[in-house]
Antibody, heavy 125, light 108 residues
């Protein structure tokens, strides 16, 4: 069974750093893109970016480029999302999801087939 | 960026009724690369439909997807109590994935 399990809720202050995790099992971690989605309070879903763990090829939504870093550790089948300096506007639920689809002409055309349970990040002074 | 517009924003129906949800794209979605997700309060989204009309594993056949180009539809043939939720469409036909704003299906 494919499983995606995220780290627990975080409460941080503005300016602090944070790294949340997404541990996977039940499939070949290195062979599938894995991505992150933000959901701000009471709002819809926003794709942030994804990574291909085999070679760490990472693609970002331009809206999040430079604001977060996506990484992966192949040895423990875990993906990460990190911030170097949090803002109050980063308060949201962050979902990790395995991506499934095809890779053509250098572009991953993938949807999210298995989701983690979400990690709530609260940034408040 | 392909903008997805979902309508209506809220759909008020009774159990047993048919639900028809629309997702319109600002430009053509390549090769019907469109997915639908269901999200219940306090839960993560769940994949329902991919490639516009293929049901994900374990999804009941009362859920069906159709459409191509810029117009896509999710149909729930007969609403069950557990189907009242928010539904999102998402296109993956290019390098910038985008979601629609969602349709809430509520009990009338």
């Amino acid at each position: 069974e494919v499983q995606v399990v995220q780290s627990g809720a975080e409460v941080k202050k503005p300016g602090e750093s944070l790294k949340i995790s997404c541990k996977t099992s039940g499939y070949s971690f290195i062979s599938n893109w894995i991505g992150w989605v933000r959901q701000m309070p009471g709002k819809g879903l926003e794709w942030m970016g994804f990574i291909y763990p085999l070679d760490s090829d990472t693609r970002y939504n331009p809206s999040f480029q430079g604001q977060v870093t996506i990484s992966a550790d192949k040895s423990i089948s875990t993906a990460y999302l990190q911030w170097s300096s949090l803002k109050a506007s980063d308060s949201a639920i962050y979902y990790c999801a395995r991506q499934w689809g095809i890779f053509t002409r250098g572009v991953p055309l993938v949807y999210m087939d298995v989701w983690g349970q979400g990690t709530t990040v609260t940034v408040s002074s | 960026e392909i903008v997805l517009t979902q309508s209506p924003g809220t759909l008020s129906l009774s159990p047993g009724e048919r639900a028809t949800l629309s997702c319109r794209a600002s430009q053509s979605v390549s090769s019907r690369f469109l997915a639908w997700y269901q999200q219940k309060p306090g839960q993560a989204p769940r994949l329902l439909i991919y490639d516009a009309s293929s049901r994900a594993t374990g999804i009941p056949d009362r859920f069906s997807g159709s459409g191509s180009g810029t117009d896509f539809t999710l149909t729930i043939s007969r609403l069950e109590p557990e189907d009242f939720a928010v539904y999102y469409c998402q296109q993956y036909g290019n390098s910038l994935l985008t979601f629609g704003g969602g349709t809430k299906v509520e009990i009338k």
